[in-house]
């Protein structure tokens, strides 16, 4: 069966320290991979999402970047961390063909201090 | 460009006493919309689409095209309804789903 791990599962960073959010997906190939934030009244805003290796898309212009360097690997990534950058991350995959029934993370929480 | 509304950040509603979460959608094409939930202290998870027609947990959704809109309903509310509910937009053959800001939904005894 397939499973989606995040780490770290917290995380405190002061500002202008840089960043790595990793997720790793098991059971699956090729699949569609994203990053969200979730924000309490705000909801879920997509960040990026990724069709395969190298292919990444951004929803939302700001500090923070993403890459997958392997099939089952999407990582979240900042330079230099601003406090508005605190939330929670989500990692979540879809089938290749899909989009709609996605599959999510545990989450991590980072706070920036 | 799709949006998705919920219009109630914070709903409250009696044991046994019917529920309605609302959800209202702008796209201008044929879309696909899903309901998440996420309970407390698991992961969002996937709790029913329109293009399915069922019924899960005794919740439904039909989709309105006339007035674009994807409520969520249970005749019969329980205690272990209550979680944080997303309504959420997939647009055409998109590869990415659009969420709606959600609604707390907390069921009383």
């Known amino acids: 069966s397939q499973t989606i791990h995040q780490w770290p599962a917290t995380l405190v960073q002061p500002v202008g320290s840089p960043l790595s959010l990793e997720c790793t997906v098991e059971?699956?190939?090729?699949?569609?991979l994203y990053w969200y934030r979730q924000a309490a009244g705000r909801g879920l805003q997509l960040l990026f999402y990724?069709?395969?290796?190298g292919q990444i898309s951004s929803e939302v212009p700001q500090n923070l970047s993403a890459s997958r360097p392997q099939d089952r690997q999407f990582i979240l990534s900042s330079k230099k961390l601003l406090l508005s950058d605190s939330g929670f991350y989500l990692c979540?995959?879809?089938?290749?063909w899909g989009g709609g029934e996605q599959y999510f993370g545990p989450g991590t929480r980072l706070t920036v201090t | 460009a799709q949006r998705v509304t919920q219009p109630e950040k914070l709903l409250s509603v009696f044991k046994g006493a019917p529920v309605e979460l609302k959800c209202n959608y702008s796209?201008?094409?044929?879309?696909?919309l899903f309901w998440y939930v996420q309970y407390s202290r698991q992961r969002l998870q996937l709790l029913l689409r329109?293009?399915s027609r069922e019924s899960i947990k005794g919740f439904t959704a039909d989709l309105n095209k006339g007035e674009t809109s994807f409520h969520l309903k249970k005749p019969f509310a329980q205690e272990e309804d209550s979680a944080m509910y997303y309504c959420?937009?997939?647009?055409?053959?998109?590869?990415?789903?659009?969420f709606g800001s959600g609604t707390q939904l907390t069921v009383l005894p």
């Open positions: 796209y201008s094409g044929s879309p696909e």
């Open positions: 979540a995959w879809s089938v290749p």
């Open positions: 059971g699956t190939s090729n699949p569609n």
């Open positions: 959420a937009l997939r647009s055409g053959s998109a590869r990415q789903l659009t």
């Open positions: 329109h293009i």
């Open positions: 990724s069709v395969g290796i």
